[in-house]
């Protein structure tokens, strides 16, 4: 089956400093990726679909200069949080399609102090 | 992306007790997908249902898609300790290749 590889798994990060977050597709080829946030004891909310060689597309209220995606190959995508602050507190969490249907990595729990 | 109703939002189940989790759509929708997430983890893919009325099992677990294709279901018999997790539906559009979730539904056994 096709497996995602989310790293880091968890990250403290200190209020203003930027953080990155790798999303890999091990034995797959992702043209697409998807970028999920999740709050405690909620669902999951997608904030932007990554393009392999294009720019990402957000969805509405998602700021896509805090939250940069870069797709730069078919199996890479990396979210990066610019300037966190602890509102952005959460578990992030990242997914691909393949054959298999729709596989989710591990996620990353991101805490801003 | 496309929305749906997720009820109900928790499910407090006696072990060996059956339930029911279902989902709701006011648009018809294309294909529907199950996930289940256990506290902590990440969501993992449990079922696609695409035609009108379709019916799936696994051991325990029973999908159902609705004959307009705007409801689902997820039937749980003999509910084990095992199956605590919170059950999401998430429907895919295929005009933008989107997966949405519903609210989930949260289940605990108890013992």
């Known amino acids: 089956g096709a497996v995602v590889s989310q790293h880091p798994s968890r990250v403290i990060c200190k209020s203003g400093t930027s953080v990155k977050i790798e999303c890999r597709s091990l034995?797959?080829?992702?043209?697409?990726m998807f970028w999920y946030r999740q709050f405690p004891k909620k669902s999951l909310m997608l904030m932007a679909t990554?393009?392999?060689?294009?720019?990402?597309?957000?969805e509405q209220g998602v700021e896509k200069d805090k939250f940069l995606i870069n797709h730069a190959s078919l199996t890479l995508s990396t979210l990066t949080v610019t300037s966190a602050h602890p509102e952005d507190s959460s578990f992030y969490i990242c997914s691909a399609s393949s054959i298999y249907g729709y596989t989710f990595g591990s996620g990353t729990r991101l805490t801003v102090v | 992306g496309q929305q749906v109703m997720q009820i109900p939002q928790y499910q407090h189940v006696q072990e060996g007790e059956d339930f029911t989790t279902y989902c709701n759509s006011s648009?018809?929708?294309?294909?529907i997908q199950w996930y289940k997430q256990r506290p902590g983890g990440h969501p993992v893919f449990l079922i696609q249902l695409v035609k009108s009325g379709e019916v799936k099992k696994q051991k325990r677990l029973t999908f159902q898609f609705g004959e307009a294709k705007k409801n689902s279901s997820l039937h749980i018999t003999a509910t084990q300790t095992t199956d605590v997790g919170t059950y999401f539906c998430?429907?895919?559009?295929?005009?933008?290749?989107?997966?949405?979730f519903g609210a989930g539904t949260t289940v605990t056994v108890r013992a």
């Open positions: 648009t018809t929708l294309s294909n």
């Open positions: 990554s393009n392999e060689g294009s720019k990402a597309t957000y």
């Open positions: 034995d797959f080829q992702a043209t697409t």
């Open positions: 998430a429907p895919y559009d295929p005009n933008d290749y989107k997966l949405s």
